[in-house]
């Protein structure tokens, strides 16, 4: 099906984005802007063209959920998340428990068994102790649920208005899987893109919820820990495992640009195979926003060898969190560090990384 | 010089004081106030009173500077801060370099190598470039002065007005030194009480750049890694030596009580002894402020029993950053869980953690 030539309009689109790859990335900007917190190309370029090289660090550079580190000759992982979202709370979860999930899930996808979590609170002058309250429970019972303990922690306070309620930020510790082989960089042509369920539901949930929009849909964050689902798929997969991500900000559209350029590979999606709830189509449909680029807490990509991709669907559909897994599309040859959809009608077209993001703070 | 009776006003606030400490402590408060955030009582009380018992962590609860994981059989140290320091510039020093040494210190003094860091910014809206450049060059020399990789990173960005320009958040991960032995909890009537040099100096610094005073003062902040002092006293004081605190907020006096408490010991400090430069000395009386209840940002409390105390002394003095070293006090039986401070003068007062704390924002 994916046969086809590619088209003159198609070749011109490829090439200019090629061109703009192809350059350095350079942070020029006199100011940040909320598309610099995005997850889109902004973001990148402040992190590729102004952190990694201060810092001379290969883990930064790799973009990758989580840093590696050997200490007394064990494998460690090691992620940061600052959460700002807002409001705290949404339908289906609040700041605290997303605090929890967001950096067991960024160990989790990076072969890493989430051990122990920091918690770094920074409240605001005022900020009511209910609210405190149910955050700090909303934490220790989706630590609890994730099986980390929280072994180090800090609050600072800072004036009126100074930041929204609070700011909540951990940081995990994870033991790297011996079973896990992963890198964003390993992807072969032939290998399978495996989706662990719908999509779009964390981000259209705390968009509706702020209430800016003239809009009531039935949507709840899908806020939750993935290791059990990665456990499974490491068990079933084995080295045809080739890496996986948690799709957050950006989206599932970011994730796989993300892996297609690091492994210098193209993607092809099948947009029909990709499940989407439809109050989330609702809702994206009306914001004219793509749900490919909404953030996820509860989805994963893993990306599979032929050999593993139907040991590994089967593994993540045995378990409640995978129960509408998919295999959404394949890896190819060409246009290398490009990822294609396939619509529904047999068109296809560049799905490329967002310059902004129509949806700021929604982690 | 200590072995007088304790005089009865003197037993009447001691009396308080136990009384107060032996109720097991509540979070009551209705909002969050700043005094939350400034290390003293109400800080405590949160620790204490809600989020340690919620997270049923033995590691929060012990107040320690870091917590201990065991991960592969190798004993790991981890700490996390968040810094919201303002200005985000003052003499000697800015929030970046902070956020670096203020987390590698907390692993230092835990008797852990310092061995990677990660950081998770956020960002104010608005924020110009260059601020930011000048604070992750700033990130990026003390981490490379203090000898840790910078392994996981992360960036938010919020509207303008959300955030001070910018809060950094670091997480150290450390490998506990075989040579260390250490617990809050050790203390020993006769073990001697160690600085490591001229205590005020940040907190001072940052008060004074604040510009709400009609104060000029040549005081500099005194950030810097602790490792090389910490190292030294390891090998220097060998099993004897007891813990270790870096005198951050709440300053020497808030420490020196955490460690009392823990062992059930009085501290006697001798004000003479403690080393305060003249224009910290200046500042504070202007200001009614003690230097013993300033944070500082590179000088540790070493607790050494009597066999090392001398060999500890030496090893501080022989390093430029404890060439200043001096013995400041001792543990002894009664009263326990109390400091009280010799003045020059004989005279002897207890000297209790602050309720609020008079500088805010200093880290």
Redesign the interface.
């Known amino acids: 099906m994916l046969e086809r030539a590619v088209s003159e309009r198609e070749q011109h689109a490829l090439a200019m984005i090629e061109r703009v790859r192809s350059r350095k990335p350079q ?1 020029r ?10 997850g889109g190309k902004a ?1 990148r370029t ?2 590729e063209g ?2 990694a090289p ?4 290969e ?2 550079a790799a973009l990758d959920d ?4 050997e ?6 992982a ?7 979202v807002s409001p705290l709370a949404f339908p289906g979860g609040s700041i605290g428990e997303l605090a929890v999930n967001g950096t067991v899930n960024d160990l989790a996808v990076s072969g890493a068994r989430p ?2 979590l ?12 209910e609210v ?2 149910r955050e ?2 909303a ?2 019972r989706a ?1 609890t649920a994730a099986g980390v ?11 009126r ?4 309620g609070m ?1 909540v ?1 951990t ?1 995990g ?1 994870g ?1 790297v899987d011996p079973r896990a082989r992963l890198s964003p960089g390993s992807l072969q042509p032939g290998d399978r893109i495996l989706l662990s369920g719908p999509i779009g539901a964390h981000g259209t949930a705390v968009m509706l919820a702020r209430g800016e929009f003239e809009l009531d849909a039935p949507v709840e964050s899908d806020t939750r820990s993935l290791w059990p689902a990665v456990d499974a798929v490491l068990d079933a997969a084995g080295p045809s495992l080739r890496a996986m991500r948690d799709a957050t900000r950006g989206g599932v559209a970011t994730v796989l640009n993300e892996l297609a350029r690091a492994s210098g590979v193209a993607i092809v999606v099948r947009e029909a195979a990709v499940p989407v709830p439809p109050a989330v189509t609702g809702a994206c449909e009306i914001l004219g926003i793509d749900p490919m680029y909404v953030a996820n807490e509860g989805k994963l990509v893993a990306v599979v060898g032929p050999g593993g991709a139907d040991a590994a669907l089967a593994a993540l559909r045995s378990h409640p969190l995978g129960a509408e897994a998919a295999v959404v599309g394949e890896v190819r040859t060409e246009p290398p560090g490009m990822v294609l959809v396939e619509t529904a009608f047999g068109g296809r077209r560049v799905m490329d990384v967002l310059v902004g993001d129509p949806l ?2 929604i ?1």
Do not use: N
């Open positions: 942070f900007d006199a100011q940040i802007t909320m598309a610099h917190g995005a973001s402040l992190v102004l952190l201060a810092f001379a660090s883990a930064l989580a840093g590696t580190v200490a007394g000759g064990v494998g460690l090691l992620t940061t998340d600052s959460f700002v051990v122990a920091t918690l770094s609170l920074i409240l605001e002058e005022g900020l009511p102790a405190l309250r700090v429970d934490i220790a630590a303990d929280i072994v180090a922690g800090d609050t600072k306070v800072v004036e208005g100074h930041c929204d700011y930020t940081t510790l033991h700021p703070r982690c």
